[in-house]
């Protein structure tokens, strides 16, 4: 694939020697376009030396070929890390002063921009509106994530990590190689919503080393929360024991156990738009914790007496006593038996819980839980229509379910 790589003239622009390189070693053709200003960070002979090729600096240099229009024509993605406040007001506006912007206004494939700039500058009204802007036009805007900044400042406006951003971009990639480009309104059909996600799977504590616990690793709620947050949505991830990394711009709560996230996904739930329940709660718990580890008493066995759990999802739609709003999205994650398919317990669940929109996929050892593709049937309340999605990522499982959401709520 034909990737232009923008960089803009802020100190985040060595990080984006670490995606140029991954670029290269996945076999992409990468023409590097930094502004004036980013030459004062890294050189560009460093540019030319990572993607062996002449780097692109002005509008001036091989003038026949029309590089300013070219560029953007036959790229299959442009993608700039860092974009500067700077550079996301002139692409806001259709500014093209220089070879970069003229990309821009001139790409018609997807556009990934990865703003990173102090806090105050990200947070200022002008920059809001020009996210806004970009966003309503189908431009992918990364929010940046949190950390340290230039000298001793923190907050958001940090570059989100390479890897993070190298994953959207072959996401992007790929839907277009599969022939089902993302639609440009995609990146705004969450804009405005304010929407709570569940991941991961908890810990029920036996005693202070042990715990009753399942395989759920949380990578389908946060590829959940990663595409919410993309298409605009004020997102909040509940983490039950998730070690993977967060999304930038994504608020997350931490939990442990069931009763924890019962707690924490209701009171983030209030004034929600949607809640997708994709964490793995432990159906039981040990009715009584003990303070110490429990030691072996020779041979003999252990009998365990354990409590049941409540039903979160069943909790929530009690709780909207009748109105339509949040949208709650659940999960099943079944296996067939002697008494059922997978699809006939997964039926039984969606009449007993009331949620909007179930998605159902088997699991088991090396099946969904912790694997990076995952084959899933959403099911939606008022029909008997099954849509299946996969074997597909993590991410496109995310995007369909995410798709289903809108409709939900284009109705609401």
């Excluded at 019962?262 to 003990?290: I, N, T, W, Y």
């Amino acid at each position: 694939m034909r990737i232009v790589l923008g960089v803009g003239g802020g100190i985040a622009a060595y990080k984006a020697c670490s995606l140029l390189r991954h670029f290269s070693e996945a076999g992409h053709d990468v023409t590097v376009v930094p502004t004036a200003s980013a030459l004062h960070f890294v050189g560009e002979a460093t540019w030319a030396a990572l993607s062996g090729k002449p780097v692109s600096t002005d509008v001036w240099t091989r003038v026949h070929e029309v590089p300013h229009v070219r560029l953007g024509q036959e790229a299959d993605l442009v993608v700039v890390a860092p974009a500067t406040a700077d550079l996301l007001s002139k692409a806001a506006h259709g500014m093209a002063d220089d070879l970069l912007t003229t990309t821009l206004l001139t790409a018609r494939c997807p556009v990934v921009l990865a703003p990173a700039m102090h806090t105050e500058m990200w947070l200022h009204p002008a920059t809001v509106a020009n996210v806004a802007t970009l966003r309503s036009h189908g431009v992918h805007v990364i929010d940046p994530a949190s950390g340290r900044l230039t000298g001793a400042d923190s907050g958001p406006g940090r570059l989100p990590e390479p890897a993070e951003i190298a994953a959207l971009c072959e996401d992007l990639l790929a839907d277009a190689g599969s022939g089902h480009p993302s639609q440009a309104g995609e990146a705004t059909s969450l804009a405005g919503r304010r929407v709570v996600v569940s991941a991961g799977g908890t810990h029920e504590p036996l005693d202070p080393v042990r715990f009753i616990g399942n395989r759920s690793s949380g990578k389908q709620g946060i590829a959940l929360a990663q595409v919410a947050a993309e298409r605009g949505a004020q997102v909040v991830l509940v983490t039950a024991n998730v070690t993977l990394p967060v999304p930038a711009g994504v608020d997350q709560v931490r939990v442990e156990t069931t009763l924890e996230l019962e707690a924490a996904v209701r009171k983030s739930a209030v004034d929600a738009d949607v809640v997708v329940m994709a964490a793995a709660p432990a159906d039981f718990r040990p009715a009584h914790a003990l303070g110490s580890k429990l030691k072996k008493s020779g041979d003999a066995g252990l009998t365990l007496e354990l409590v049941q759990n409540p039903d979160i999802v069943a909790g929530l739609v009690a709780a909207r006593d009748g109105a339509r709003a949040p949208i709650i999205v659940s999960f099943a994650a079944e296996t067939g038996d002697a008494n059922g398919s997978v699809m006939d317990h997964a039926r039984a669940k969606f009449a007993r819980k009331g949620s909007d929109l179930q998605v159902v996929n088997e699991v088991g050892v090396h099946k969904t839980f912790g694997q990076d593709e995952s084959t899933v049937h959403l099911l939606r309340r008022g029909t008997d229509e099954v849509t299946t999605v996969g074997p597909e990522s993590k991410r496109v499982v995310a995007a369909a379910v995410w798709d289903a959401v809108r409709e939900l709520l284009d109705t609401v």
